[in-house]
């Protein structure tokens, strides 16, 4: 089946600007995570949802941060006046309810110039 | 919170050979512990993960061992080849369901 999907693949932006970051999870995944990867690290945890609700958020760096998950399937990591070391891959993944395997889409990359 | 700590950072192994890259971990309540393997530009993809009741587990040419008590864990990939060739992350988590925390990566290349 159709694995996690995210869009766009690619992403550059100007300081300041405000951009969204879209996530498909696998059909049925109930949770869906938000990681950041910056060059020649691991990924870094943001957010998790479990169904419609953010069960943790600690990850989110600062209030310019925000996910959305509003019907429980497709989310939305969104950040407000983007700044320079903002620029990282974004990561999602998701799985089913319950169980550990997280399974990652290929990530957005986003540059902020 | 937890802490992963992974090495070494980068491992050059002849094809044919055995590579080991070890992780510890901070939180004791960590019991599940994964790892991935990301070549360039692509997707993290998990190879073989680890629950703490289990002390051992192989999959064909890859192994992970935990050590609870020590707070460590490590993976195991006999028989190497090129196509072995990425970087991979350790990772550790307290629940089922919860975030993973990552190490930091290992750089492992096989030389033909």
């Known amino acids: 089946g159709a694995g996690v999907s995210q869009t766009p693949s690619n992403k550059v932006t100007e300081k300041g600007k405000y951009v969204e970051l879209r996530c498909d999870p696998i059909?049925?995944?109930?949770?869906l995570y938000w990681y950041r990867q910056s060059l020649g690290q691991g990924p870094e945890f943001l957010i998790y949802?479990?169904?419609?609700?953010?069960?943790?958020d600690s990850g989110l760096p600062n209030d310019r941060f925000f996910a959305v998950r509003p019907e429980g399937s497709v989310s939305t990591l969104k950040i407000q006046r983007t700044e320079r070391g903002d620029s990282a891959v974004y990561l999602c993944?998701?799985?089913?309810?319950?169980?550990?395997?997280?399974?990652f889409g290929p990530g957005t990359r986003l540059t902020v110039l | 919170g937890e802490n992963v700590e992974q090495h070494p950072s980068t491992l050059s192994v002849q094809e044919g050979d055995s590579a080991v890259i070890k992780c510890t971990y901070s939180?004791?309540?960590?019991?599940?512990f994964p790892w991935y393997k990301q070549e360039l530009g692509k997707r993290p993809q998990l190879i073989i993960d680890?629950?703490?009741?289990?002390g051992e587990k192989k999959d064909q040419r890859i192994a992970v061992t935990l050590n609870k008590t020590a707070k460590h864990f490590s993976l195991h990939i006999t028989e190497t080849q090129p196509e072995d060739s990425a970087v991979y992350f350790c990772?550790?988590?307290?629940?089922?369901?919860?975030?993973?925390?990552f190490g930091g990566g290992t750089r492992l290349m096989v030389k033909p």
């Open positions: 993944a998701s799985s089913l309810g319950g169980a550990d395997t997280q399974y």
């Open positions: 990772a550790a988590s307290k629940q089922a369901g919860n975030m993973l925390t």
């Open positions: 059909s049925g995944h109930t949770a």
């Open positions: 680890i629950r703490s009741n289990v």
């Open positions: 949802f479990q169904g419609t609700g953010a069960a943790d």
């Open positions: 939180d004791s309540a960590s019991n599940y």
